[in-house]
């Protein structure tokens, strides 16, 4: 884990529905020094929802505001409500030190790209086509109508791979979550553009 003095670095997990990157992402914040990203919404809260913690609640308003004032990584719109990652709470984290995670599908993932080059991109695959369909089969949530078409998002989200840094194939759970641990402590021991604050100590 980066110490005090050195900033966070901003982890994007992405993948297609179905792969776990949900699951994956909330082992990874139990961890000391990892956050996960809070997006905004426009949307009203849910039962149980807790402002500052689920989501930043807004109104549209105030959303609007902050895409004046270029405070967003990434937005979109979903079903009449805005979403969207503020860049001065992500940036908060990261100067106390702590890595934060956004967990965003693949085109919010190359928007925060866009927006911060220095983060570091992290694709969770399936381990086939196979294994997805039962896995999206298995929830029970989505008529087979449905499922058809998240395979073919799938598959469009997949040929992204290139765009991203890493990836990490989730056949077993355990072994994924160790593998994406393994990424964030390796980025946590990357040589600095600048050497010279780390060899002065030396001196």
């Known amino acids: 884990?980066?110490?005090?003095h050195?900033?966070?670095?901003?982890?994007?997990?992405?993948?297609?529905?179905?792969t776990g990157k949900g699951t994956i992402?909330?082992?990874?914040?139990?961890?000391?020094?990892i956050d996960l990203s809070v997006s905004m919404t426009t949307r009203a809260p849910r039962p149980g929802e807790v402002d500052g913690k689920h989501y930043y609640f807004a109104s549209r308003e105030e959303f609007l505001e902050n895409i004046e004032k270029d405070n967003f990584l990434e937005y979109a719109t979903v079903f009449d409500n805005m979403y969207g990652t503020p860049k001065d709470a992500v940036l908060k984290r990261l100067d106390r030190g702590h890595n934060v995670i956004l967990e965003i599908d693949v085109q919010g993932g190359l928007l925060v790209k866009k927006a911060m080059p220095e983060a570091i991109l992290?694709?969770?695959l399936p381990?086939?086509?196979?294994?997805?369909?039962?896995?999206?089969?298995?929830r029970g949530t989505d008529s087979p109508e449905v499922i058809e078409k998240r395979l073919?998002?799938?598959?469009?989200e997949i040929k992204l791979l290139g765009?991203?840094?890493?990836?990490v194939v989730n056949d077993d759970l355990a072994t994924a979550i160790d593998e994406v641990k393994g990424i964030i402590r390796a980025e946590g021991q990357r040589v600095p553009a600048k050497v010279a604050p780390i060899v002065s100590r030396y001196e």
């Open 1 to 4: 884990m980066g110490k005090n």
């Open 122 to 124: 992290v694709f969770i």
């Open 6 to 18: 050195s900033r966070g670095n901003l982890f994007v997990i992405s993948g297609p529905s179905g």
């Open 152 to 156: 073919a998002g799938a598959l469009n």
């Open 163 to 167: 765009e991203y840094d890493y990836y």
């Open 25 to 33: 992402c909330a082992e990874l914040v139990k961890e000391d020094g």
């Open 127 to 138: 381990p086939s086509n196979e294994v997805l369909r039962q896995r999206l089969e298995g």
